[in-house]
């Protein structure tokens, strides 16, 4: 898959307040708001996303083409997350293919049930 996009739904969003989001903010493109298919978890202070029934809403931003961020990305993620391919769908109704951080641990968060890591 392409590097070219990244889903992002926490702390990796406009407006988070921490060196990694301020950092796409300064070397990504923002494409728009999006959402995937899964469940979104409140781990406190983060949220985790899951492969499971329902909605997560978040950001689509368009990467480097050589994807030097996402070494970064991950290395911020850390084991708790697994970086893997994703449809988004768009306010305007497109798709696009992007790279989204699944939380690859037991989720025992509370569900957000808005799907909105800003509207909980």
């Known amino acids: 898959m392409s590097a070219d996009h990244l889903f992002v739904y ?3 969003r406009r407006g988070s307040n921490n060196q990694f989001a301020r950092l796409l903010a300064e070397r990504a493109h923002f ?9 979104l978890y409140d781990f406190g ?15 689509i931003v368009r990467l480097d083409p050589l994807g030097e961020l996402l070494g970064v990305l991950d290395d911020y993620e850390g084991p708790e997350y697994e970086r893997a391919a994703t449809t988004a769908h768009t306010a305007e109704g497109h798709t696009i293919d992007a790279w ?3 939380y ?10 808005s ?6």
């Not at 202070?45 to 950001?59: K, M, Q």
């Not at 690859?104 to 049930?113: D, F, H």
């Open 45 to 59: 202070s983060y949220p985790g996303a899951r492969r499971e029934e329902g909605s997560i809403i978040g950001e």
């Open 100 to 102: 989204i951080y699944w």
């Open 104 to 113: 690859a641990k037991a989720t025992q968060g509370k569900i957000i049930a």
């Open 10 to 12: 926490g702390t990796l």
């Open 31 to 39: 494409v728009g708001p999006a959402r995937v298919s899964g469940r």
């Open 115 to 120: 799907g909105d890591w800003f509207v909980r």
